[in-house]
């Protein structure tokens, strides 16, 4: 089992940043890609970021891509979502998520284990 806390949301101007942390419990972390999520009210939760379990790969949804970034440091057992230039359209909670694979994940289903979600307001 691994269990996920995020934080670091709150709320924000447009252009402003904010960055995402997501603790895990688990011992393996380094075992497990991971992966942020965001879920706006009255839609789907959708993709935003991806790791692998090095670090050597990470990938973005296009509308991320140049602002916002992931990064892990598995001796903190801890992964990182740093978010630039936010508009009022990514508000949303924001949910990490992990999996035990060497590859990056796109899709909800693919994860195995959820965090409760921090929510991230941008103000126009």
């Known amino acids: 089992q691994v269990q996920l806390v995020e934080s670091g949301g709150g709320l924000v101007q447009a252009g402003g940043s904010l960055r995402l942390s997501c603790a895990a419990s688990?011992?393996?972390?380094?075992?497990?890609?991971m992966g942020w999520f965001r879920q706006a009210p009255g839609k789907e939760r959708e993709f935003v970021a991806a790791?692998?379990?090095?670090?050597?790969?990470?990938y973005y949804a296009d509308s991320m891509k140049g602002r916002f970034t992931i990064a892990r440091d598995n001796a903190k057992n801890t992964v990182y979502l740093q978010m630039n230039s936010l508009k009022p359209e990514d508000t949303a909670v924001y949910y990490c998520?992990?999996?035990?694979?060497?590859?990056?994940?796109?899709?909800?289903?693919?994860?195995?284990?959820w965090g409760q979600g921090t929510q991230v307001t941008v103000s126009s």
């Open positions: 998520a992990a999996v035990r694979s060497y590859s990056c994940h796109t899709t909800t289903s693919e994860y195995e284990y």
């Open positions: 688990s011992r393996t972390f380094s075992n497990y890609a």
């Open positions: 790791i692998t379990r090095s670090s050597r790969t990470t």
